[in-house]
């Protein structure tokens, strides 16, 4: 309640050109009563079994139906509900839906009560609803933005879903001899995971390790297709976040595949984004000294970076990523459509390593992204296919060139150097890996123009398309002491000296060393950081 649904409802449906109905307004129709009074006279239970019968008979009318926010949470619901049409979750903040409802006099589950009720109420509902809220197909944030916005980037993401055909897969292959193996793109290609990977994985049993609401939009999907193709399968889920990719969660899934009695003759299946393909993958390296591991990346910044090279590890307190080993996938299965449930944050945060590869190897994509970068956000099928597909070329490009990271794969770590201390500062909480690499990404830009390496205005072309994706591009205000520490346990350092990532101009790059005080001393004064509505101290960042 107060996400949004009767406001955003009819102009979704005027944009849809479509019907638009209220299912809580039907009820009350056909009862003849307020729901209020339903509740009063049937209690909940008899408001729910007509709710039942009011969506069993809306299902695949086209029209856009605003469902009460308890209907999702019925036994059977997401099942039924996905199988009539598109499931949208409109997500806001506690603080934004009590704003909403006001004094709550019409909603009968918060009549009443004072505000300190109500609010725990609502906590409550939301604990209680989360898992249901998250099979939703889309995912979308209502907290700020404005109602056109949003509903302008609805409509893109439902005509994207439903434009979805048929789609020739695209294919590129990571070439490094007897550990070659291919990314497959191809939009609604979840269901032949299971046939592709008994192509490339000698094993009897498939083990799934996922997030809670990957699992529950897609784990579903996957097992069935796996176990189609002949696989014994279990599932491992892992806390939702990168505070969960630590050695502790790594262990649990060792224990977790000692239990299931998995040996040589097992798989890993990494269902999920980044951190997920990392932890899985790190698992998968060092379990019996090394199984084979299959990436299903769902985010787009896993789809076309982290999925891909074989990298995998784990954080440390001390810095990112500083546990790992190189131990490549045997194939790597992308499906662009999951991407419709991704959060525009997320989204956009994934779209900065598309522009950190074009920015250092690939000019002509860098203006793709310049054009096109509003039809990318609305999830434009075609052309996020084809730049998915580029992203991946030059990420595979460069690993069966330098697997290793010798020298020419070090590129790929332009605007990593800061944001990985940016993310180790913020704990790794309160920013998405692609923001911090977009801060970074800024700030290397600025730095390869102050050196003399870039021409003038390439910081301002690299901030501009930053911008246009909605990521920020300022460091947040932490002391440059602090930045110093984070800075000098960078695992790139050789001989004290940071192998620095500057550009050369759009599309080229190279390295240069750097000592961690002539980095720090690059960044602003720091400022006291101000506290949020928790009393918890955090930094600011610009969200552009």
């Known amino acids: 309640m107060g996400a949004g649904k009767s406001t955003l409802g009819p102009l979704l449906a005027r944009a849809l050109r479509r019907r638009f109905v209220d299912a809580d307004v039907e009820i009350e129709r056909r009862a003849g009563s307020p729901i209020a009074e339903i509740f009063a006279r049937e209690g909940e239970a008899g408001f729910r079994a007509r709710e039942r019968a009011e969506l069993d008979a809306l299902g695949g009318s ?24 598109t499931v949208v979750y409109l997500r806001a903040r506690v603080d934004t839906l009590l704003a909403r409802v006001g004094h709550a006099r019409a909603r009968p589950l918060l009549a009443g009560l004072a505000p300190a009720e109500r609010r725990a109420r609502l906590e409550a509902l939301l604990a209680e609803r989360k898992p ?48 070659s193996y291919a990314v497959e793109i191809a939009s609604g290609s979840l269901d032949g995971l299971g046939a592709a990977v008994a192509a490339v994985v000698r094993a009897r049993r498939a083990v799934l390790v996922t997030v809670p609401p990957v699992g529950r939009r897609f784990a579903p999907r996957a097992l069935r297709s796996l176990r189609a193709a002949g696989f014994s399968v279990a599932r491992i889920e892992v806390p939702d976040g990168d505070a969960s ?13 000692l239990a299931l009695g998995a040996d040589r003759d097992s798989a890993l299946v990494a269902l999920g984004g980044g951190m997920v393909g990392d932890l899985t993958g790190f698992a998968a390296a060092t379990f019996l000294r090394g199984i084979p591991f299959v990436q299903v990346p769902t985010s787009l910044l896993a789809m076309v970076d982290a999925s891909v090279g074989g990298k995998t590890g784990v954080n440390l307190p001390e810095g990112k990523n500083l546990v790992g080993a190189f131990h490549q996938p045997r194939l790597v299965w992308i499906d662009p459509a999951l991407l419709a449930s ?56 460069v690993v069966s060139r330098d697997e290793r990271e010798q020298g020419l794969r070090m590129l790929l770590n332009f605007g990593h150097t800061l944001g990985h201390a940016v993310e180790a500062l913020q704990r790794y909480r309160g920013l998405l890996h692609g923001e911090a690499v977009a801060i970074g990404m800024v700030f290397a830009a600025r730095r390869s123009e102050a050196l003399g390496h870039a021409p003038p205005g390439t910081a301002n072309r690299l901030e501009a398309l930053c911008r246009r994706f909605e990521l920020p591009t300022e460091p947040p205000a932490f002391p440059r002491r602090a930045y110093l520490a984070a800075l000098r346990v960078d ?22 060393p750097l000592r961690a005080d002539e980095l720090a001393a690059a960044l602003p004064p720091g400022a006291r950081a101000r506290r949020d509505g928790s009393g918890k101290r955090r930094a600011k960042s610009s969200r552009g």
């Not at 990719?245 to 595949?257: D, E, G, M, P």
């Not at 001989?495 to 240069?512: H, P, Y």
């Open 342 to 397: 991704l959060p525009a944050r997320e989204l956009a945060a994934g779209f900065a390593e598309v522009v950190k590869k074009a920015a250092i190897w690939d000019a002509d994509l860098f203006q793709t992204l310049e054009r096109d970068a509003e039809s990318l956000r609305g999830l434009d099928r075609v052309g996020l296919e084809s730049v998915i597909e580029r992203a991946v070329r030059i990420k595979a490009e």
């Open 62 to 85: 086209g029209a856009v139906v605003a469902l009460g926010g308890g209907a999702i949470s019925q036994p059977g619901a997401p099942e039924r509900l996905a199988t009539q049409g």
């Open 132 to 179: 249901a809220y998250e099979t939703a197909r889309i995912v979308l944030d209502t907290d700020e933005a404005s109602a056109p916005r949003l509903v302008a980037q609805l409509a893109e993401r439902i005509r994207a879903i439903e434009s979805e055909g048929p789609a020739a897969p695209r294919r590129v292959e990571v070439e490094l001899g007897e550990r």
């Open 491 to 512: 695992k790139k350092s050789r001989d004290s000296r940071i192998r620095f990532v500057v550009l050369e101009g759009i599309g080229r790059a190279r390295t240069v």
């Open 245 to 257: 990719k630590n050695l502790r969660q790594v262990s649990r899934i060792y224990a977790r595949l």
